[in-house]
């Protein structure tokens, strides 16, 4: 897998190094100490019991990155789609996937981060191929650039290492973006 997250029970995975391999798949391990050994590295697949779940193989592109935990859900970037995995509570399908929208996805992992918005409530924020955004429960999916459309245009999204990076820097209460 390229990407790992927690839930705090579980571990996720999503992607692949391998040409060829399920790049919109999400792993995940069987919750922490349901067994002695090898918790954190199994992943079941019996004829009853699949841990995964496919986001539409082939379709707004690969997984990109994960984000979150968000109030208590997972979420999953994809170059052109953005994913919400809400826990059900259920050992055999422990999570529903819903999609949340199928134009705007992150540019890659480095470029998702958790932090808060004005009033002090939690978001992600992320950089997509056509400008910044922030989702957050209470106002879902905002676009946050119209006032760097310009600087935004010039973003190299062809860059060979990393295309954008974001950090909140807690101690300004800022996020801050860089873009090739």
Known sequence: VKYLLTDGNRVLGAGSWESGGKNSRVWFSPVLGSN??????????????KNWIDLKE?????????????YGNLYVFKYYQFWKLIPT???DAPYQ??????????LEQEAVTLGPD??????????????????????????MGHDVDD??????????????????????????????
């Open 97 to 106: 996937s819903l999609p949340l929208d199928s134009t705007t996805g992150a």
């Open 151 to 180: 600087l935004w245009s010039t973003i190299n999204l062809g860059a060979t290492s990393v295309v954008a990076h974001l950090k909140y820097y807690p101690l300004l209460r800022q996020v801050w973006w860089w873009i090739a």
């Open 89 to 91: 509570g259920d050992d």
């Open 118 to 143: 004005e009033a002090g409530s939690q978001c992600l924020y992320f950089a997509s191929a056509n400008g910044p955004w922030r989702y957050s429960i209470t106002r879902g999916l905002e676009y």
């Open 36 to 49: 002695d050994i090898g918790d954190i590295e199994r992943v079941t697949n019996t004829a009853t019991q």
């Open 58 to 70: 082939n379709d707004g592109g690969y997984i990109t990155g994960f984000g979150g935990p968000l």
